[in-house]
C-alpha cells in the first residue's frame, strides 16, 4: 500500500499517515549502550516472529549508501537509521506500510504509514505487530512513566502520531508560523518533510503530538484527528480567499510549472519539489486537469535522488546524468508518451 497514493476525503490536504510505537527489550541496555553482539541477537530474536509474519529483514550494514538512502525517501526509515555504523535492520511488509526499525534510537520503532488520513487504521497496524512481538518479548514498562524509552520525551505511550498535510495556501499567506505557535500549545508540533530537523519542502509539514506522557493513545489520536480537521478548514478557507489578479497571477505560475514538469530536459530534485507543489495546489483548485494526485505522489518518491539512481538500468555517473533522467521520468508519466533515452 503505497502511502503517497492520496485518496478519499481531505484528499487535497492530506497526504499521508503514520503512527510509530518506540519499545526497548527489558535486559538489554538501550541502543546507544549495545555492543555488536547484544544488537545483532536482538535482531535475530526480534526477526523470527517477523518473518514468519510476512516481514522481509534488511540488514542495514550490508546496504550501499544509496540503496539506504532509498529507504529514507520512501519514508521507511529515519535519516539517522540509514547512516547509523553498528548493526541495526529493517522489518518491512511493504504491501500493508508497515516497518519495523530495530536498534535505531530504540531496540524497536514500529511504524505505520498509509495514504490519506488513517489515524485509526495506522495506530492498529502498529499496535498488532507490537502485540505480535509482545507474546514473546517482555518490553520495558514502569507503572509510574510508561514505556521506558531512550529519550525522556518519548516516555509514556512512546507512540508518536503524524499526518502530512499539504498546505499552500497557508504557506504562501505566511500563516505557518503561527500556526506552529498555536498547535505547540495543544501539544502539537510542526515538522518539514522528513520530519524532526527537516525542512517544509514543497509546502509539505508533518503535524504530530508531542506529549506522550500522561495522556492515552486514544486522547492522542482524538487530538490529532481534530487539528487536522481545523487546519483544513483554515487552509481552504485561505485557498477561497485568493481572488482577484492574485488568483490570475497564481493561475499563471501553476501552468507554467506544468509545463516544466511536462516538457524540461533537465530537473533537479529540489526544482521537482517546487513545481510539484505548483502543481498539486493547480489539481485542488480545479486549475490543473489532466495529472493526479496519485502521478505526483508516485514521482515525489520515484525521483527522488538514491530511489531515481537505484531505479535507473544505468546508474548515472553525474548530477546533470541524473537530472536528465529525472526530467525523462516525469515526461513519461505526465505525458503518457515516449520513452527514457
Keep these: ?50 518473518e514468519s509474519a510476512g516481514f522481509r529483514k534488511i540488514h542495514f550494514s550490508d546496504l550501499s549508501p544509496v540503496m539506504a538512502t532509498s529507504y529514507v525517501e520512501r519514508h ?34 514500529i511504524q505505520s504509514i498509509l495514504p490519506g488520513l488513517a489515524l485509526e487504521e495506522a495506530y492498529k497496524n502498529a499496535q498488532q505487530t507490537e502485540k505480535r512481538l509482545d507474546e514473546d518479548f517482555d518490553f520495558a514498562y514502569s507503572e509510574e512513566l510508561g514505556y521506558l524509552t531512550h529519550c525522556p520525551t518519548n516516555l509514556g505511550t512512546g507512540m508518536r502520531a503524524s499526518v502530512m498535510m499539504f498546505l499552500p495556501a497557508l504557506t504562501r499567506g505566511g500563516y505557518m508560523d503561527s500556526l506552529a505557535a498555536q498547535l505547540s500549545k495543544i501539544g502539537l508540533a510542526v515538522r518539514g518533510l522528513f520530519g524532526e530537523g527537516s525542512g ?15 495522556i492515552t493513545e486514544e486522547d492522542t489520536l482524538k487530538k490529532l484527528k481534530e487539528a487536522v480537521k481545523q487546519i483544513t478548514e483554515k487552509e481552504h ?5 485568493i481572488q482577484g489578479e492574485a488568483r490570475d497571477r497564481l493561475t499563471d505560475r501553476i501552468l507554467r510549472s506544468e509545463g516544466l514538469l511536462k516538457h524540461a530536459f533537465l530537473m533537479s530534485s529540489s526544482e521537482f519539489i517546487k513545481l510539484y507543489a505548483d ?3 493547480g489539481i485542488a ?26 531505479s535507473s538500468e544505468s546508474t548515472p555517473k553525474t548530477e546533470t546524468a541524473r537530472d536528465k533522467l529525472r526530467a525523462q521520468r516525469i515526461k513519461l508519466a505526465l505525458n503518457h508518451t515516449g520513452t527514457p533515452e
Excluded at 553498528?86 to 531496540?107: F, Y
Excluded at 486537469?289 to 525521483?303: K, P
Design 285 to 310: 483548485l480545479g486549475i490543473v486537469q489532466d495529472v493526479s494526485y496519485e502521478q505526483l505522489g508516485s514521482l515525489l518518491v520515484e525521483t527522488m535522488p538514491a530511489t531515481l539512481t537505484l
Design 1 to 50: 500500500m503505497a502511502w503517497y497514493n492520496t485518496a478519499g476525503k481531505h484528499a487535497d490536504t492530506v497526504i499521508s499517515t503514520r503512527v510509530r510505537l518506540a519499545r526497548n527489550l527489558n535486559g538489554y541496555p538501550f541502543a546507544s549502550k549495545l555492543d555488536a553482539a547484544g544488537a545483532n541477537e536482538i535482531i535475530e530474536k526480534v526477526s523470527a516472529p517477523l
Design 237 to 241: 478557507y485561505a485557498r477561497k480567499s
Design 76 to 109: 521507511y526509515v529515519s535519516p539517522e537509521f540509514a547512516t547509523k555504523e553498528s548493526p541495526h535492520a529493517l522489518l518491512l511488509q511493504e504491501p500493508l506500510g508497515i516497518a519495523v526499525m530495530v536498534c535505531e534510537e530504540d531496540h524497536l520503532r
Design 200 to 214: 517544509a519542502a514543497g509546502c509539505m509539514y508533518q503535524i504530530s503530538n508531542q506529549i506522550t506522557l500522561g
Design 279 to 281: 502543481v498539486r495546489f
